[in-house]
């Protein structure tokens, strides 16, 4: 039987890799590589609001970037459905080949001043898509999405530091959303504003999902805001996924050692939660010179000799739940909830 469209995911990563490598020598002599991105699989349907957490330095934003080529990726599939249906792979396109894609596919970076062009005005920032994209309708698009966001179209010809780092953000999400686009990565699209400025930004994106029908790759180190705005959680260490959940399952019923371990690091109001933060010991595998088996075992207070030789699968442990982990079924961990 064939699947249906719904069976289908909009995005599917297949033995995703990204390499750097380290060069030493006046003559920069290859000598290794530092392994970002470390064999990902992962598969996002219409319509959720993946959150993708870890370390910072775990590869999470190499990650996005590579989702949306701004780096040429080592190995694996990058499997997109296009708006007709299509499933196309652009591991494999170049520049020219991703232009009439990048309409469907965007990014919000995470610095909403670095991010923007100084010299441009909200105007030009903006409408810069629908120029690649020679739209006819560009100046009417680039009001009508202002005021989506929040922003006012008296501002048009202002410039980036005329605004707030709230409002600058909303630049960025209006020049990202202007194409309508069918998926975005949203790299630590919040991580840089006031707790205030937010929870705006957050409601903003949780609206805009809704009213435009988007997929959001949610890039965060905030749990608390991962928890808030994600439908699906994706956990990252050391360039791996290390497990994949339904929100509420992974708060409540974690089954890796270092989910565990982020998941005690959450602030919570509830006085009758009783829950010892777990300190890691140790610190971060190196991504260039990475343990053998699992990366995480030498931080893992329940590390066995397999744990040690062999490198644990992503494997389903229960339905919509999949942890890489050689011992999930015996472990007994604690959650949030």
Do not use: W
């Not at 006012?152 to 960025?172: C, D, M, T, W």
């Not at 975005?184 to 400025?197: F, K, M, T």
């Not at 088996?293 to 062999?310: A, K, L, Q, V």
Request: proline share 5%; glycine share 6%; hydrophobic share 35%.
């Amino acid at each position: 039987m064939s699947d249906t469209v719904a069976d289908i995911p909009i995005l599917e990563l297949k033995g995703l890799k990204k390499y750097f490598p380290i060069e030493k020598g006046f003559l920069k002599r290859k000598s290794g590589d530092v392994k970002a991105v470390d064999d990902i699989n992962l598969k996002i349907f219409q319509g959720e609001n993946v959150g993708l957490v870890g370390e910072s330095g775990c590869g999470k934003s190499t990650l996005g970037r590579c989702i949306t080529k701004l780096y040429d990726i080592t190995q694996g599939e990058i499997l997109f459905r296009k708006d007709n249906e299509e499933v196309v792979d652009l591991s494999g396109l170049n520049t020219k080949e991703m232009l009439p894609l990048r309409k469907e596919l965007q990014i919000i970076f995470q610095d909403p001043y670095a991010s923007l062009d100084p010299r441009m005005t909200v105007m030009d920032i903006i409408g810069e898509p629908l120029l690649y994209q020679k739209d006819p309708d560009l100046k009417e698009k680039v009001k009508e999405i202002m005021q989506l966001v929040g922003l006012e179209v008296k501002h048009l010809n202002r410039y980036p530091h005329a605004f707030s780092g709230g409002q600058r953000q909303r630049i960025g999400i209006a020049r990202a959303l202007v194409t309508n686009p069918r998926f975005i990565v949203a790299d630590e699209a919040v991580s840089a504003l006031d707790v205030s400025i937010q929870a705006q930004v957050i409601n903003l994106l949780k609206s805009l999902q809704r009213k435009l029908g988007l997929t959001i790759l949610f890039i965060s180190h905030d749990l608390t805001v991962v928890q808030h705005i994600c439908s699906k959680v994706a956990v990252m260490y050391v360039g791996k996924i290390v497990e994949v959940a339904d929100t509420r399952e992974l708060f409540s019923s974690p089954k890796h050692p270092y989910t565990e371990a982020l998941m005690s690091s959450v602030p919570s109001m509830d006085l009758n939660r009783k829950m010892d933060r777990i300190v890691l010991q140790g610190d971060v595998a190196n991504p260039a010179n990475p343990p053998s088996g699992c990366y995480f075992h030498p931080r893992c207070s329940h590390c066995r000799d397999i744990c040690r030789e062999r490198t644990p699968d992503l494997r389903e442990v229960s339905p919509g739940h999949s942890v890489a982990c050689h011992r999930a079924e015996e472990l007994s961990l604690n959650g949030v909830y």
